[in-house]
């Protein structure tokens, strides 16, 4: 290792070069603390005379990305980070590891620790600056990681298949087909060749994200396994859950088998052939020899307990067979309920596969309407995804349900198993029959149910409770993470306190002008420019403008400062509802604190509450308690809202250029000093 000295570009006294070091940050929850501690690095090294790189693994990316020149290059790596990041390609560096906070508060510290770091063997090691939770983060992220790789061979394979049964398909004794060797079967085999390999996928990539590429194979073949239960001598595979557990136990088991130390001769064939082959053969054997069997007898005993239950009240009969079906959505607990109801049809029973046939489409339909009539509360993927659900569902494709339930298992499978007992409760009491194995609307479009009418009521009761029960679930669980916590405006004071309460005059009397006055609070707003007047440039694409400027907040919480500034920002007639606007960006603060230190909070929220991007500033003399890392209390707040629909990264964006320049402390001094709002204004504009 080489010690600074001198200026940038020259030798030192002692005629050695300056020390040369590379970084990563990053932050899981956002992009703020991610380019602030890029920043603090930075500027730490120029005051000690080092050069060095940062590469930032923010929300929109990687920017600034590492090359393998800086790499080879460096005489150390520094990574700051709150996740997992790919530190293969420093081996043989000297690496230190710890979290993204102490890139912003400590990084002079970390520039002289790096030089006595540990050098990173040839696979990835443990991090070694961990925080309380971190476990249960990785272990929330993988999971997500499993499910997104997951969603396109849902999407893509049910959709081919439904468009086969559509065009192509015809109902048969043995269910509801297409005829072998012709055009639309082969469009069906294409279709069932996603629906194959999305179970490997979503084990595969959950135990991608632990154990990083040694992982991906025995995540996969695990999946693989997890889904052929005649593996393991059971007549149904164990599904979705199977490929959840399969992808936590490769990952798990690779992170520990990288901790065996080696031969330094075997290390560099660890990665590619050890691991794999070792944990690959592992987890197979475990699944089908420990696991399995398990599988295997509850197939077998559930199969023997419904067969006594033949002689009971339908409608009991019916509500466990929906509880059944939609449980584990293609594994050993549904497929036994199926299978049951499909025996009974040989006999002359159809009412079995009627109750069947009811609950099958009810979770892919009851999660494609939740989307539908909440959509506030999800993604847009997860939107996409429940269009797709839709389609799915019409044609008895329970598997449309499986990315939801995957993300959000403690929400989904209880809405979907009780929509699934009312459909089933229902077609059981209206005696309804299915003579085809095969369940959905499509069934009774082609003739093959009697008592259609009570089948269709069936299934539209149980799509509405699925769908009603996760929305509240999923508000229930935004409701108790934001801490059930309804802000307190501010004082109101009326709009026609006027100049006399510090509104400029012209102030219109909408949400943001009421409650300006108090504490020589200004609200602004913009007055058209004088003709032949050019304007100054624009801050932040003129999103933040004179209307969104307080130089005093009233607030003297979080809460209630939040709220405040979404009445201000309601002022520019960009906010459709500010209860809406605050109640996301109170879900936000409970993921994590907005308030980054150094007196800076910047509290965002993405949400259809707002039409456009609308960006407000604030500040505050004596200091908001906003949880900031550092302890310091929130003087100079801004407040980010961006639509859900049309943001894309535009709101992380704006974080990425305010985080970087509010790390400036002569930036912050003009900021805070500033007279009044043109002035602070003008400050602002130096942000590019």
Same mark, same amino acid.
């Given at each position: ?405 995957? /993300?959000?298992? @403690? #929400?989904?499978?209880? +809405? ?6 009312? !459909? *089933? $409760?229902? %077609? &059981? =009491? ?50 108790? /993470?934001?801490? @059930? #916590?309804?802000?307190? +405006? ?6 026609? !306190? *006027? $100049?006399? %309460? &510090? =509104? ?185």
């Amino acid at each position: 290792m080489t010690s600074p000295a001198g200026r940038p570009g020259d030798a030192g006294a002692s005629g050695r070069e300056r020390l040369k070091l590379v970084a990563v940050t990053a932050c899981p929850t956002g992009i703020a603390h991610t380019y602030m501690a890029a920043e603090k690095l930075q500027q730490a090294a120029a005051e000690l005379g080092v050069d060095i790189k940062v590469e930032t693994q923010g929300s929109i990316g990687a920017e600034n990305v590492l090359s393998d020149n800086d790499v080879r290059e460096a005489d150390g790596v520094i990574i700051a980070a709150d996740k997992e990041v790919d530190r293969e390609r420093f081996a043989g560096k000297r690496v230190l590891s710890t979290g993204v906070a102490d890139g912003v508060h400590r990084p002079k510290e970390l520039i002289e620790r790096v030089r006595t770091a540990p050098v990173q063997e040839g696979s990835v090691a443990a991090a070694d600056g961990g925080a309380g939770g971190k476990e249960r983060s990785l272990a929330y992220k993988a999971l997500m990681n499993g499910v997104s790789y997951m969603i396109p061979f849902v999407v893509v394979g049910g959709l081919l298949i439904a468009i086969a049964l559509a065009l192509g398909g015809h109902a048969t004794a043995e269910g509801y087909a297409v005829t072998p060797g012709t055009f639309w079967d082969h469009v069906f085999q294409i279709g069932a060749l996603g629906f194959t390999l999305m179970i490997p996928i979503l084990s595969g990539y959950i135990a991608y994200a632990i154990g990083d590429r040694p992982a991906l194979v025995p995540g996969m073949i695990g999946g693989f396994i997890a889904n052929t239960g005649a593996l393991y001598d059971s007549e149904s595979g164990a599904g979705f859950i199977g490929a959840i557990v399969t992808g936590f136990l490769a990952g798990y088991l690779v992170l520990w088998i990288k901790k065996v130390k080696v031969p330094k001769v075997v290390q560099p064939i660890m990665p590619i052939i050890v691991i794999p082959i070792v944990a690959t053969t592992a987890l197979g054997l475990f699944f089908i020899y420990v696991v399995g069997k398990p599988i295997s007898w509850v197939f077998e005993s559930l199969t023997s307990r419904l067969s006594g239950m033949t002689g009971t009240s339908a409608i009991l009969l019916g509500a466990l067979l929906g509880l059944m079906i939609a449980f584990d959505m293609g594994g050993p607990v549904n497929k036994t309920a199926f299978l049951f109801g499909t025996g009974l049809i040989a006999s002359g029973n159809y009412a079995v596969m009627g109750m069947c046939a009811a609950a099958i489409p009810v979770m892919p339909l009851g999660q494609g309407l939740a989307t539908v009539l909440r959509r506030k509360l999800y993604s847009e993927q997860e939107r996409d995804t429940g269009m797709a659900a839709l389609f799915m569902g019409v044609f008895g494709i329970s598997e449309g349900a499986i990315p939801f339930a995957a /993300a959000r298992p @403690a #929400v989904v499978i209880p +809405a979907n198993m009780l929509g699934g007992a009312v !459909a *089933g $409760a229902i %077609a &059981g =009491v209206a005696g309804v029959g299915d003579h085809v194995p095969h369940g959905g609307p499509i069934v009774a479009v082609l003739g093959a149910v009697s008592g259609v009418g009570w089948f269709l009521v069936a299934i539209a009761a149980g799509t509405v409770v699925t769908a009603l029960t996760t929305n509240a679930l999923i508000e229930i669980k935004e409701r108790r /993470a934001a801490g @059930a #916590v309804r802000p307190a +405006a501010g004082p109101p004071v009326p709009a026609a !306190a *006027g $100049a006399g %309460a &510090g =509104v400029v005059p012209g102030t219109g009397t909408g949400p943001a002008a009421v409650g300006a006055a108090a504490g020589g609070t200004a609200v602004l707003t913009k007055s058209a420019p004088a003709p032949g007047v050019v304007e100054p440039p624009e801050v932040l694409s003129g999103y933040l403008t004179e209307r969104t400027v307080r130089t005093e907040l009233v607030s003297d919480s979080k809460e209630a400062a939040i709220r405040e500034m979404a009445e201000m920002l309601a002022g520019t007639g960009n906010v459709r509802d500010v209860e809406e606007l605050v109640r996301v960006a109170l879900a936000r603060e409970a993921q994590g604190t907005t308030g980054l230190g150094e007196s800076i909070a910047i509290p965002h929220a993405k949400t259809d509450a707002v039409a456009r991007p609308t960006v407000g500033f604030a500040r505050s003399t004596e200091g908001i308690e906003w949880g900031a890392p550092d302890g310091t209390k929130a003087r100079l707040v801004f407040m980010i809202s961006v639509p859900e629909a049309a943001a894309g990264d535009e709101h992380l964006r704006i974080l990425a250029l305010l985080s970087r320049k509010l790390m400036d402390s002569a930036f912050r001094e003009r900021l805070q000093s500033a007279p009044d709002a043109p002035a602070v204004l003008e400050v602002l504009r130096e942000i590019r």
